[in-house]
C-alpha cells in the first residue's frame, strides 16, 4: 500500500494499541528468558563460553541456549535500546561454535529466528513512535518541509525502502520513523521488516560460518545485496513506464 504525503499534514488517529502489542511482545520476551534461564543453570562456566570456546558446548540442549540468547538479545536491540546485532549473529554462526556443523541449517536458523526477533523488536519501535506522534509538540514534526519531501520520498516504494534498509547495518534506521509518521499499515511494516532482516541475517550467517577471519567482508556483502535490489528496482521501474505501466498502483511498495 502506498501512502499519501499529504497524511503527513493531518494525520488521524492511529488504531494501534500499544497495551496489546506490549503484552504480545513481553509474552515473546518471558517464552525466551524462561527456559534460557532453566538451562543456563547446566553451563558450568557462563553463558559467554557458548560463543567463545570452539567445540565446547555440542549438545542440543546447549545449542538451544544459544539460540535462545540469540533470540532474546536480539528482541530488545531497538531505536530505543541501541545495542549492535552483527557480533552476536557472527557469534552463532562462526563454524567451529555454530548451531550446527552444516552451513545451511545453521543459516536458516540464524536468519529465521534473528528475522523474527528484530522485527518484534522494530515492531516495539513503531508503536512507541506512533505513541510520541500522538502528543502534539511532537505532531508538529508533521508540517514540516523537511517532513513533506521525506513523506513524498518514502511513499513511492515504502514496503521496498523497508525491506532495503533493513539489510543495510546502520546504526539509525530513519525509514522505521517515517513508516510511523505516515501511517504505514502494520503488517506490511512487520512483513517488510522481516524479510530484510532475514536477508541480512543469512548473509553475515554464511560469510561467517566460510570466513571466519573475514568478517569485514560482511558489511559489503549487505551493501552490495542492497545496491542489487535497488538498482533492479529502478530498471524494472523504468522497463514498466517505457511499456506504460504504472509502478506506483502496486499493493504494497
Not at 503527513?8 to 492511529?14: H, K
Request: glycine share 8%; aromatic share 10%.
Amino acid at each position: 500500500m502506498n501512502v499519501r504525503p499529504d497524511a503527513a499534514i493531518s494525520a488521524p488517529p492511529d488504531a494501534l494499541s500499544l497495551r496489546r502489542w506490549f503484552l504480545l511482545y513481553g509474552a515473546y520476551l518471558l517464552a525466551l528468558a524462561v527456559p534460557a534461564g532453566l538451562l543456563l543453570r547446566d553451563v558450568p562456566s557462563g553463558w559467554k563460553d557458548l560463543f567463545v570456546h570452539p567445540g565446547q558446548y555440542t549438545l542440543p540442549a546447549q545449542q538451544a541456549l544459544k539460540l535462545l540468547i540469540f533470540g532474546l538479545y536480539l528482541s530488545v536491540c531497538t531505536t530505543f535500546v541501541p545495542l549492535p546485532t552483527s557480533w552476536l549473529v557472527s557469534g552463532v554462526a562462526t563454524a567451529n561454535v555454530a548451531l550446527s556443523p552444516n552451513i545451511l541449517v545453521t543459516t536458516l536458523l540464524v536468519a529465521t529466528v534473528g528475522a523474527v526477533s528484530s522485527t518484534l523488536a522494530n515492531g516495539s519501535d513503531f508503536h512507541l513512535f506512533s505513541w510520541l506522534l500522538r502528543h502534539h509538540r511532537v505532531a508538529k514534526v508533521r508540517q514540516t518541509a523537511l517532513s513533506r519531501r521525506a513523506g513524498e520520498w518514502f511513499a513511492r516504494r515504502p514496503f521496498w525502502l523497508l525491506v532495503v534498509f533493513n539489510i543495510i547495518p546502520i546504526p539509525v534506521d530513519v525509514v522505521r520513523m517515517l513508516a510511523a509518521m505516515h501511517q504505514y499499515p502494520f503488517r506490511p511494516f512487520l512483513a517488510a521488516n522481516f524479510v530484510g532482516r532475514f536477508i541480512r541475517y543469512a548473509v553475515i550467517a554464511v560469510v561467517t560460518f566460510e570466513l571466519r577471519d573475514k568478517g569485514w567482508i560482511a558489511p559489503l556483502a549487505l551493501l552490495g545485496v542492497a545496491a542489487v535490489l535497488g538498482i533492479s528496482k529502478v530498471a524494472r521501474t523504468l522497463l514498466e513506464r517505457r511499456g506504460g505501466g504504472d509502478p506506483g498502483d502496486t499493493a504494497i511498495g
